[in-house]
């Protein structure tokens, strides 16, 4: 069974631009969920989907967006790039059924705002 | 709100002896507990969880986890460290309140095992 793929890996961008970061949940699964983490922050929840709805979300600026589409796949977009959005983006998958289900997740993608 | 608090930022021990990772929370009802490992540049791996039954609870690579209700904690343990279980671990709950999936990390604790 495929696991959690995340592309691209490692992205650097400039303040100002806005930046697409895409996740292929594990087949099966309806949910998706983003997180930021830094070594300042730790792991903090961006947002979650369950088919191609949005759930639930946390506390960040409107600048942070994102979409689930009918295969499940979701992209998250972060516009207007500062130099704070430096930080490893995680996406996690599940089955999305309840709280007691574990989630699975991506490698990761690496952005540096420059 | 729920939260988790890891109270050590590094353990260190040596390969061979036991080793415990702390974990607390806090819920309004009853804890979904996960524990789960990040090795370096990577994303995080799932070890073990906790959703009723049994206190203890064993997951991936030996290690296993003491849930204790009274003292709200959750803490993950191996009988005998490995050089390659140093890692960065996390402690986490979640919320399946208002019909979503959301995990709630405690800030991690870097796990050195020392050959």
């Known amino acids: 069974k495929a696991g959690v793929t995340q592309t691209p890996r490692y992205l650097i961008k400039t303040r100002g631009q806005q930046v697409t970061l895409s996740c292929s949940p594990i087949?099966?699964?309806?949910?998706v969920s983003w997180y930021q983490q830094t070594p300042g922050q730790g792991l903090q929840f961006l947002f979650e989907?369950?088919?191609?709805?949005?759930?639930n979300k946390g506390n960040f600026p409107g600048r942070f967006s994102g979409r689930q589409f009918s295969n499940s796949r979701s992209e998250m977009n972060v516009s207007t790039l500062e130099l704070g959005d430096s930080a490893l983006y995680l996406c996690?998958?599940?089955?999305?059924?309840?709280?007691?289900?574990?989630?699975?997740f991506g490698q990761g993608t690496r952005l540096t705002v420059v | 709100a729920q939260s988790v608090a890891q109270p050590e930022d590094q353990v260190n021990v040596a390969e061979g002896n036991p080793l415990t990772v702390k974990c607390t929370y806090s819920?309004?009802?009853?804890?979904?507990l996960f524990w789960y490992v990040q090795y370096p540049n990577r994303g995080l791996q799932f070890l073990l969880k906790?959703?009723?039954?049994?206190?203890l609870v064993k997951g991936s690579y030996g290690f296993e986890a003491e849930f204790n209700k009274s003292q709200t904690s959750f803490h993950l343990k191996k009988p005998s460290a490995l050089v390659s279980d140093s890692a960065l671990y996390f402690c986490?709950?979640?919320?399946?309140?208002?019909?979503?999936?959301?995990?709630?990390f405690g800030k991690g604790t870097k796990l050195s095992v020392i050959p």
């Open positions: 996690a998958s599940s089955d999305g059924t309840g709280g007691e289900t574990e989630a699975f």
């Open positions: 087949s099966g699964h309806r949910s």
């Open positions: 989907y369950f088919s191609e709805t949005q759930r």
């Open positions: 819920v309004s009802g009853n804890p979904y």
């Open positions: 906790y959703i009723t039954g049994d206190n």
């Open positions: 986490a709950v979640s919320d399946s309140g208002a019909g979503s999936y959301q995990l709630t």
